[in-house]
């Protein structure tokens, strides 16, 4: 008969400084022993956006090397588990508590995580390389979306991806935002043939930066909190649209969760003009829960 082991796990929500708000995520600070098989069904048993297990670094570059998984598959990059671990790693004692910057080993590859000090620490990670793709129809985007085609802007829908494929759709207004929705059946419509998976954004500009909403029916999240592996490309697609400035050290912030109750903030700080260095983006974190699973 298999010995059953205990494994255990913090719960914290991410981009806010308040519990239940913000972007929820577990983390199983030591994953070693956790077996491959248990991982998708474990981030599917706690039905959390993400889910994060922590194991080794193969770099030498690296504090730790971690899996990031949503109820339905692993992602080789995402930005609210990336700040949530590298929260979860000082705390453990993991990384030395007065780091300023390390990195996490990620199936995208290192990604580099800034901390700014104060009473709650702000976590910023550096996003990877945006890849700009297709522009979409923006009538079809409407009618997926269940908004009118002059509820949008006149950017044009189009492909982004730092790891995370996403296509953004600008609204006129925090009305039509709030009216938009995303079903499986439309992201598929909207994208066409195409055989990647991918979510939607769909956001209005405001004058401290952006208020958002997310879909991702693809990845097993009908709409996400908060996240961190768009908010980098958005702000790309922002400003190469005017819709914000470009100016070398801007920080601005994304309000996203909002209309299902999660309110969270995204800040973001642009490096170099028109975010020609990067973009980064950082959000505080707040504890929630420590727990065991016995498998």
């Given at each position: 008969m298999n010995s059953i082991r205990s494994y255990r796990y913090r719960v914290v929500d991410v981009f806010t400084e308040k519990p239940l708000e913000g972007n929820s995520l577990a983390v199983f600070p030591d994953a070693s022993h956790v077996e491959e098989v248990w991982m998708q069904r474990i981030a599917r048993e706690l039905n959390l956006s993400?889910?994060?297990?922590?194991?080794?670094?193969?770099?030498?570059?690296?504090?730790?090397r971690?899996?990031?998984?949503?109820?339905?598959?692993?992602?080789?990059?995402?930005?609210?588990?990336t700040i949530g671990t590298a929260f979860v790693l000082l705390e453990e004692g993991m990384v030395a508590k007065n780091a300023e910057r390390f990195a996490l080993e990620e199936k995208v590859g290192p990604v580099t995580v800034r901390v700014e000090s104060g009473v709650r620490p702000l976590i910023w990670l550096?996003?990877?390389?945006?890849?700009?793709?297709?522009c979409f129809d923006r009538a079809l985007s409407a009618q997926v979306l269940g908004v009118d085609v002059n509820?949008?802007?006149?950017?044009?829908?189009?492909?982004?991806?730092?790891?995370?494929?996403?296509?953004?759709?600008?609204?006129?207004?925090?009305?039509?935002?709030?009216?938009?929705?995303?079903?499986?059946e439309g992201v598929r419509t909207l994208k066409g043939p195409r055989a990647e998976e991918l979510c939607v954004v769909v956001f209005t500009p405001t004058p401290d930066g952006a208020y958002t909403r997310m879909f991702a029916p693809e990845y097993g999240i009908a709409e996400d909190p908060a996240t961190g592996s768009s908010t980098g490309p958005l702000a790309l697609f922002m400003i190469h649209h005017g819709l914000v400035s470009g100016d070398a050290g801007k920080r601005f912030v994304s309000e996203q969760g909002t209309k299902m109750g999660r309110r969270s903030i995204?800040?973001?700080?642009?490096?170099?003009?028109?975010?020609?260095?990067?973009?980064?983006?950082?959000?505080?974190?707040?504890?929630?829960?420590?727990?065991?699973?016995?498998?």
């Open positions: 993400e889910t994060v297990f922590v194991f080794p670094a193969t770099r030498p570059d690296c504090a730790a971690v899996r990031i998984f949503t109820p339905a598959k692993e992602m080789i990059f995402a930005g609210h588990p550096s996003t990877p390389p945006v890849k700009y793709g297709r509820d949008l802007l006149d950017a044009p829908p189009q492909f982004l991806s730092a790891g995370n494929p996403t296509i953004f759709v600008a609204l006129k207004n925090r009305d039509a935002v709030d009216r938009a929705h995303l079903d499986l995204l800040h973001v700080h642009v490096l170099g003009a028109n975010g020609v260095d990067g973009v980064e983006v950082g959000g505080h974190v707040t504890n929630v829960a420590e727990a065991t699973m016995k498998l």
